[in-house]
């Protein structure tokens, strides 16, 4: 695609008067902090919501891997947008959502319950590549980061709002008690969404738009792929300490499940610290260097916990750095991966969303055995080996970001 053409593809829709674009990122990011925190607040509790259904402790880690799971459908959000239009894709991913949520409060198993989470997940997986392709599509390069900042947000309130809410209801209620509230929320948010995001004038315009084509184009292009390798390293990662951190600190401090939620704020801090300086910074000091900048702090953060010991404030400091480089990192990252390949943009982070979810759900997988087999050390030891690679592949893609000449290369 030539840099004229990238230019056209990036801004084929008009974002119309800021105030009904920031009203539509707005309901867009309740939307995404309905899935957001429905995939991210459970994982510190997992332990405890297999031990209410009897199960062993070494069966807790398939409950993220069933959240992060279905993740594997999102390359396909293009394909089923293009088939139903991008209003209704948006209703059948989140009656596909809240169902899922809604039904594990009469789940009678742990195994059927896993299989719920694979059907909420599912529903999850879908929105947020559309959510991500609505600003790609509606602000130019120039100021994307400001605004994706804002719709990240909701990754960050998962985190802070929704692990202490998660924390306080399974101690107080039970543990799907935090899932029924969470589709209700969803249902608001998909309102608001059709209302003042994905309307009808915005969906034809997407329709009538050019393309150059779905996730094969995305897999034959050089960066574009080097791009996702970057972010599947990250995802290992960032995964395989978020999965083992908790059991680690309940085992070393023995804390509540309460106490944990209220201590997991901090993180919560860091998250909402890195999206403050996307929003406010990430524009101006260029979106590959803010990449490359996170991973050094997440790098600097694994150091230190490895570091920590039996203290629990250098575990929480080191913590803190770890979450505040890696969401700065990954935030960064999605400018760059909504312009790499323009004309192909849902395909682009519809994919982007899959590669993560396979990355979230192998570290997942093996965290907690790894943990049990070689201890805290050698999984962080594997976290900074991933995380070096991650930093090796975004290294050799290049983006000139010249005003409308955005074209991305790989380097030789």
Same mark, same amino acid.
């Given at each position: 695609m030539s840099?004229?053409?990238?230019a056209a593809a990036g801004q084929r829709i008009a974002s119309g008067s800021p105030r009904a674009l920031w009203r539509g990122v707005a309901s867009l990011t309740l939307l995404?902090?309905?899935?957001?925190?429905?995939?991210?607040?459970?994982?510190?509790?997992?332990?405890?919501?297999?031990?209410?259904?009897?199960?062993?402790?070494?069966?807790?880690?398939?409950?993220?891997?069933?959240?992060?799971?279905?993740?594997?459908?999102?390359?396909?959000?293009?394909?089923?947008?293009r088939r139903v239009g991008a209003r209704r894709s948006i209703v059948i991913s989140t009656a596909i959502f809240a169902g899922g949520c809604f039904a594990l409060a009469?789940?009678?198993?742990?195994?059927?319950?896993?299989?719920?989470?694979?059907?909420?997940?599912?529903?999850?997986?879908?929105?947020?590549?559309?959510?991500?392709?609505?600003?790609?599509?509606?602000?130019p390069y120039a100021r994307r980061g400001t605004v994706l900042g804002v719709l990240e947000l909701a990754w960050a309130l998962a985190w802070i709002v929704g692990v202490p809410a998660?924390?306080?209801?399974?101690?107080?209620?039970?543990?799907?008690?935090?899932?029924?509230?969470?589709?209700?929320?969803?249902l608001i948010g998909t309102w608001a969404t059709l209302r003042f995001?994905?309307?009808?004038?915005?969906?034809?315009?997407?329709?009538?738009?050019?393309?150059?084509?779905g996730l094969a184009a995305v897999l034959r292009h050089v960066p574009a792929r080097r791009v996702l390798l970057s972010?599947?390293?990250? +995802?290992?990662?960032?995964?395989?300490?978020?999965?083992?951190?908790?059991?680690?600190?309940?085992?070393?401090?023995?804390?509540?499940a309460e106490r944990l939620g209220v201590i997991s704020i901090v993180l919560g801090v860091a998250d909402v610290v890195a999206e403050g300086l996307i929003i406010f910074a990430l524009d101006r000091i260029g979106k590959q260097r803010s990449v490359l900048l996170g991973l050094l702090v997440m790098g600097a953060g694994l150091f230190g916990f490895l570091a920590a010991g039996l203290n629990l404030?250098?575990? +929480?400091?080191?913590?803190?750095?770890?979450?505040?480089?890696?969401?700065?990192?990954?935030?960064?990252?999605?400018?760059?991966?909504?312009?790499?390949?323009?004309?192909?943009r849902t395909a682009m982070m519809g994919s982007l969303s899959g590669v993560n979810s396979i990355g979230r759900t192998l570290a997942a997988l093996v965290a907690i055995p790894l943990y049990a087999a070689i201890g805290l050390s050698g999984v962080l030891v594997i976290s900074l080996f991933a995380l070096a690679l991650a930093a090796l592949?975004?290294?050799?893609v290049k983006l000139d970001e010249r005003p409308h000449r955005i074209e991305a290369y790989a380097a030789d």
């Open positions: 840099a004229g053409d990238s995404r902090f309905a899935g957001d925190t429905a995939v991210r607040a459970p994982v510190p509790f997992v332990i405890f919501i297999a031990a209410s259904y009897g199960a062993l402790p070494e069966s807790a880690g398939w409950f993220a891997v069933a959240l992060g799971l279905s993740g594997l459908v999102s390359p396909l959000v293009s394909v089923i947008e009469f789940a009678p198993s742990f195994p059927i319950a896993l299989a719920l989470c694979v059907v909420l997940g599912l529903g999850r997986s879908l929105i947020g590549p559309q959510a991500q392709a609505y600003v790609a599509d509606t602000v998660f924390g306080f209801l399974i101690q107080r209620a039970a543990w799907w008690v935090p899932f029924s509230v969470i589709g209700v929320i969803s995001a994905i309307t009808r004038d915005h969906a034809r315009a997407l329709a009538a738009g050019p393309t150059s084509g972010s599947f390293c990250l +995802m290992i990662a960032i995964n395989l300490t978020v999965v083992v951190y908790a059991p680690h600190l309940v085992a070393q401090f023995g804390l509540t404030l250098a575990a +929480m400091a080191s913590l803190f750095l770890v979450f505040l480089g890696f969401e700065y990192a990954v935030v960064s990252n999605l400018p760059v991966a909504s312009e790499v390949l323009p004309g192909a592949a975004f290294w050799s």
